[in-house]
């Protein structure tokens, strides 16, 4: 019987060309505050954010299965934990991004606890609800300013140029970690058991695969990452309020970034990220019709592309920037 | 308000929320799907009325016999044009696009009627009340929401358990495959389903417009009660919907009545509590549809 070679890849040569592009544009990115404007700045910080929840959402909805609506919850949570910490506790308000993604990811497993009764639509609806149930909570805390809100007052010592390099500075540093993070992570081997429950839940409970482990661990870092994020964006915003930190926009936002840039790949929220941000840009004085658009952009997406507009691209061209399957290649000569 | 007074008040308002979780457990229990935008549809049914009872003048139950079909309409379009098309493509297409929606219909309402609050006047009803003598009394447009919600649910019922169609209806919930394989064409009965649903949240989001004042963003809360309402009283219990909208609403006025701001979150617990304790709900049939 002839065996032909065969190898198994796992780079592609679009993935080299990122990696080649990244590790030129980081430096750029790193010394930004060095050449650019503080408004640039503060822009990128929000891309940032938006580009994190992205990956975040994505991990969920499109490696998990898990429909979350309710991940506003852990933005409010993320940013109150960063107020409570820097303001309350005099922990270094920097220090207190990471800390804040802890505090969300230790809300989010008694949390989880609650809405993994819930399996699909119901999942959806559920997370929404519990996350109304936060809002509600944070609004009726005196101590927490109830429906007004408070202001972070930690980092008023510091020059306005040092908290927003730092800001900028974490901000990027969250992204990469992000980025990085979930790169590994769906290389190594439990994200081949985390597709393959997205694929089937029933075929890969019976290879092995922890089909709840599995979920609860992915729903926990979400909460992380969502939470962290939530830190960063008040750290940058300074004024927080539980109709604004709770907010479904946040979620609506971040789920059309996906949906538009192509659900289930790690470039899919880049792109959707950068659309999100130049419609918003072009939309600026057209008030709430930038949101009308964008979810008609979305709706149309899912009903034509439900692969999104990188899907389209890896479609049409085959590439693949952050490849995380593996492919079989077998070379045409058979061996005897 | 005595003790009394804030239960009555309550169990009523559970009238209203059942009208609004009638429809949301109906499409469930069909198409397995969770129409986000269901509260979205019922407020903007709420502002279609106060279009028509403010600019031309019509009699509130006029507005409700035009805004019903109307909502109806829309709810067949949409399963026809747009959710049957993400037909067996598992459940996140369906939940994205009525997500979508829910965003959509939110804003074009803020960009049509502003974000400012809206009530419907229906001249004297919303007002007029009942004594039930002891000091207790119920408002007249309380009782006849809880009476129409009753209502719908018999005629629900009735439709769905001594119909042709409603035995179609039930086939459908237990084994799509089987029962299109026997000839039953469940897009046309999934945009019946939908033109159902929105007819049925069509009255309860005009009802709620009576009751209390509206804005464009009142949408997803009463996604969320309806949800509630669902869940407390048991998934496809259609009579259940009427217990857990009832539990909630006691819950929401005796919250409120503790704390001003704990009414909406006291309901929310409650519903928390009951999912901790009872996660199949208080009335969890078997069959999804009865």
């Not at chain 2, 399963?79 to 493509?89: A, E, P, Y």
Request: net charge positive; hydrophobic share 55%; no cysteine.
């Amino acid at each position: 019987m002839a065996t032909h070679a065969y190898r198994v890849q796992r780079t592609t040569h679009a993935s080299r060309v990122g990696l080649g592009v990244a590790i030129l544009a980081l430096p750029a990115l790193i010394t930004l505050p060095a050449w650019g404007d503080p408004a640039s700045m503060r822009r990128l910080v929000e891309f940032i954010a938006l580009l994190v929840l992205a990956q975040m959402w994505n991990l969920l909805a499109g490696y998990a299965g898990l429909l979350s609506i309710g991940q506003q919850a852990y933005v409010g949570l993320g940013g109150y934990a960063l107020i409570v910490l820097a303001d309350d506790l005099g922990v270094d308000p920097f220090l207190s991004v990471p800390l804040a993604g802890l505090i969300a990811m230790a809300i989010a497993l008694p949390t989880a606890a609650l809405v993994f009764r819930f399996q699909g639509g119901y999942f959806a609806v559920g997370t929404w609800a519990v996350a109304e149930v936060f809002r509600l909570l944070v609004a009726n805390t005196g101590a927490l300013g109830r429906g007004t809100g408070r202001t972070l007052k930690a980092v008023f010592p510091l020059a306005r140029e040092t908290r927003e390099l730092v800001t900028y500075d974490i901000a990027l540093a969250l992204a990469v970690a992000a980025l990085v993070g979930i790169y590994a992570f769906l290389r190594a081997r439990f994200g081949l058991g985390l597709m393959a429950v997205r694929d089937s839940e029933a075929a890969s409970q019976t290879l092995g695969v922890d089909v709840f482990r599995t979920k609860l661990i992915v729903y926990l870092l979400a909460a992380f990452g969502t939470g962290a994020t939530g830190a960063v964006i008040y750290l940058n915003l300074l004024r927080i309020s539980p109709d604004a930190a709770f907010s479904i926009n946040w979620t609506a936002s971040t789920i059309f970034i996906v949906v538009i840039g192509g659900i289930g790949t790690l470039e899919g929220p880049l792109v959707g990220a950068v659309v999100f941000f130049v419609l918003r840009e072009l939309l600026a004085d057209y008030g709430a019709w930038y949101m009308i658009l964008l979810g008609a952009l979305a709706v149309s997406v899912m009903l034509a592309y439900p692969q999104g507009l990188w899907g389209l691209i890896a479609e049409r061209w085959d590439v693949h920037v952050f490849p995380v399957q593996r492919r079989l290649r077998i070379d045409d000569a058979p061996r005897p | 308000m005595g003790w009394l007074d804030t239960i009555v008040q309550g169990l009523l308002l559970g009238g209203l929320y059942a009208l609004f979780a009638t429809g949301l457990s109906l499409i469930f229990g069909v198409m397995r799907i969770v129409n986000l935008a269901h509260g979205d549809f019922s407020i903007l049914a709420a502002f279609l009325a106060v279009v028509l009872v403010d600019a031309l003048a019509l009699h509130w139950l006029l507005a409700l016999a035009l805004v019903v079909p109307l909502m109806a309409l829309l709810g067949y379009l949409l399963q026809r044009l747009v959710l049957n098309r993400l037909l067996g493509r598992g459940i996140l297409p369906p939940i994205l696009v009525t997500f979508g929606l829910s965003i959509i219909i939110q804003n074009a309402l803020l960009e049509t009627f502003s974000a400012d609050s809206r009530r419907l006047n229906p001249g004297g009803i919303d007002t007029a009340s009942l004594a039930l003598g002891g000091g207790l009394a119920v408002g007249w447009f309380s009782l006849i929401t809880l009476l129409v919600a009753v209502l719908v649910l018999t005629g629900l019922q009735l439709f769905i358990g001594r119909t042709r169609r409603g035995r179609a209806f039930r086939a459908t919930a237990d084994d799509q495959a089987t029962a299109a394989l026997m000839g039953i064409d469940d897009r046309g009965l999934y945009a019946l389903a939908m033109a159902l649903s929105l007819g049925i949240v069509a009255v309860a989001g005009v009802f709620l417009g009576i009751r209390t004042t509206f804005a464009f963003s009142s949408g997803p809360d009463r996604l969320l009660f309806a949800f509630e309402a669902v869940i407390i009283g048991g998934l496809g219990s259609l009579w259940g919907t009427l217990v857990g909208g009832a539990i909630l609403g006691v819950a929401q006025t005796v919250g409120a009545k503790l704390s001003p701001g704990w009414g909406i979150l006291t309901g929310h617990l409650v519903f928390l509590g009951v999912l901790l304790i009872r996660p199949q709900g208080l009335f969890a049939r078997q069959r999804r549809l009865d």
